[in-house]
């Protein structure tokens, strides 16, 4: 799992969770597990997270619970990698 941030820039994520789950988020079956929630710096570039122990999973959410003070935030790209189950 991993990010791209372009720049530096109070509109940087200051901390990204990253939750995974097989049912679709409107069922109520739904469960997520979480697989990376951490803090970042606030610098552009590339963040990458290796996932021990890897989990099944159909849907992702990517989340951004803060960044550095910026009237939003944002993230330029997203890397996720698996292998077909």
């Not at 991993?2 to 109070?10: M, V």
């Not at 099944?56 to 292998?83: H, Q």
């Amino acid at each position: 799992l991993g990010i791209f941030l372009h720049g530096e820039s109070n509109q940087n994520p200051a901390h990204v969770r990253y939750e995974v789950s097989v049912e679709a988020p409107e069922s109520e079956a739904c469960e997520w597990h979480t697989l990376v929630d951490t803090p970042l710096p606030q610098r552009g570039g590339v963040f990458m997270w290796e996932v021990e122990g890897g989990k099944t999973a159909r849907y992702v959410r990517y989340t951004i619970d803060s960044n550095y003070g910026g009237s939003g935030a944002y993230t330029t790209k997203l890397y996720l990698f698996g292998v077909p189950a």
